[in-house]
């Protein structure tokens, strides 16, 4: 990754070469209210992201009312990195392309313990050490399931040296995580915890239901909707059509580069090297690790817009789902990646007059993934969006277009 240069990759000038989708998967948007014209400004707004050569692949899936608007890809999965020679082989991203929605995957992580909680197997208001004694140790006595779910369990980091590909090893995670000791008091404070909770939460469900995580969210959700991936990891049968992982943007250094450590653990490259890692795909990593195409986390996010069913398949109640996306606490400045944010127990939330999910998207829920990932439900604009890429920028040229989408996506869907 060079130091003076914004690491993006190369962008045909006919964009159409580079997009993929089917157009019977995506209805008359006048079906459910919606302009077409208002439908190009927003894919307009896509094109305006990959142009700025920061993502070699942008998938994005839109849902309004139920209907999908938008199902397209647009670049290469493969083959098109900033360091990828001029002359390697590209292979097109297309809308069926699984991507690591990295973060994005803690909602569906805290929706499988809420699961737990609605089947009265779990309260997310006792102790963490009642189902896992061994996690007490240290001060951890009164740290809820609760806590972790809104990142206020006080171990936002694994402290000391730590080696990432130590995350291929789940058992010495947790033991790493048992033998920890808070930074603040449970409760206490709102701090990011990137992967810590992830880990715990993991463990959880194996000691409830005697399940492997993946096993578990198999049972409840992916064969229940079925679908092909969204799971943790990627079965070795399926490897070979995911997007690749880039680190591009401007190299992070200085407070930027101690920001990256802190809250992932190693530089921005080695994050990236070890997330493609096949080994990646062999482990269940709860707040970090479920591939899905966009039309898969799309349709999750739909499900929960649609209060626990979609296409006639119940998953959760829908008391279940106001438990999960209601305010967790007042907005604190997060102590980990040192910016002001609502969470609920699992959700990152949107906010008036601007949000995470673009203005005035106070009702909105969702969760970002590493770094342009961007999975989300607007209530208020009856949308569920998945917009995935697989550029890993943390600044680069790439911010205006991407505040720009946000913003059209917004504007083109009005509150009611």
């Known amino acids: 990754m060079k130091l003076l240069s914004s690491n993006t990759c190369r962008v045909p000038a006919d964009l159409a070469s580079v997009t993929q989708y089917n157009p019977s998967r995506e209805v008359d948007p006048a079906r459910v209210g919606v302009s077409e014209k208002a439908k190009a400004e927003v894919w307009a707004a896509v094109e305006a992201l990959y142009a700025t050569g920061i993502s070699p692949a942008v998938s994005i899936c839109l849902r309004k009312g139920g209907e999908v608007i938008l199902d397209r890809a647009i670049g290469h999965r493969i083959g098109n990195g900033p360091d990828d020679r001029p002359d390697a082989a590209r292979v097109l991203a297309q809308p069926d392309t699984p991507f690591c929605l990295f973060s994005a995957s803690k909602v569906v992580t805290a929706m499988l313990i809420h699961k737990l909680a609605e089947d009265h197997k779990l309260d997310l208001l006792a102790p963490v050490e009642h189902y896992l004694p061994a996690f007490g140790a240290n001060g ?132 990236v090297e070890v997330t493609n890692d096949e080994r990646f795909m062999d482990i269940a990593c709860p707040a970090g690790n479920i591939y899905a195409t966009a039309d898969e986390a799309c349709r999750f996010f739909e499900l929960l817009l649609r209060g626990g069913t979609l296409d006639g398949v119940r998953i959760f109640d829908p008391l279940t789902i106001r438990r999960a996306t209601i305010e967790a606490g007042k907005p604190q400045f997060d102590g980990t990646l040192m910016m002001p944010l609502r969470y609920s127990l699992g959700m990152m939330l949107g906010q008036n007059p601007v949000g995470l999910y673009g203005p005035m998207t106070g009702r909105a829920f969702g969760h970002l993934g590493f770094s342009n990932i961007f999975c989300w439900a607007d209530p208020e604009r009856d949308i569920s969006v998945a917009l995935l890429t697989s550029g890993k920028p943390v600044l680069g040229p790439h911010l205006p277009a991407l505040g720009k989408l946000l913003t059209k996506i917004s504007f083109s869907f009005p509150r009611h």
């Open 140 to 271: 951890k006595r009164h740290v809820t399931t609760a806590h972790i779910l809104s990142h206020r369990a006080g171990i936002p980091t694994v402290k000391g040296d730590f080696d990432p590909e130590t995350l291929f090893d789940t058992q010495a995670v947790v033991d790493i995580l048992y033998r920890a000791e808070p930074e603040t008091r449970s409760g206490h404070r709102a701090a990011y915890h990137a992967m810590t909770g992830g880990y715990i939460l993991g463990e959880l469900i194996r000691a409830i239901t005697g399940l492997d995580p993946r096993d578990y969210l198999a049972e409840t959700i992916q064969k229940p909707l079925g679908m092909r991936t969204f799971n943790y990891g990627l079965v070795p049968e399926l490897r070979g059509i995911e997007a690749r992982s880039y680190a591009t943007g401007f190299k992070p250094v200085g407070p930027l580069d101690w920001f990256i450590q802190n809250a992932l653990g190693d530089s921005l490259e080695r994050v």
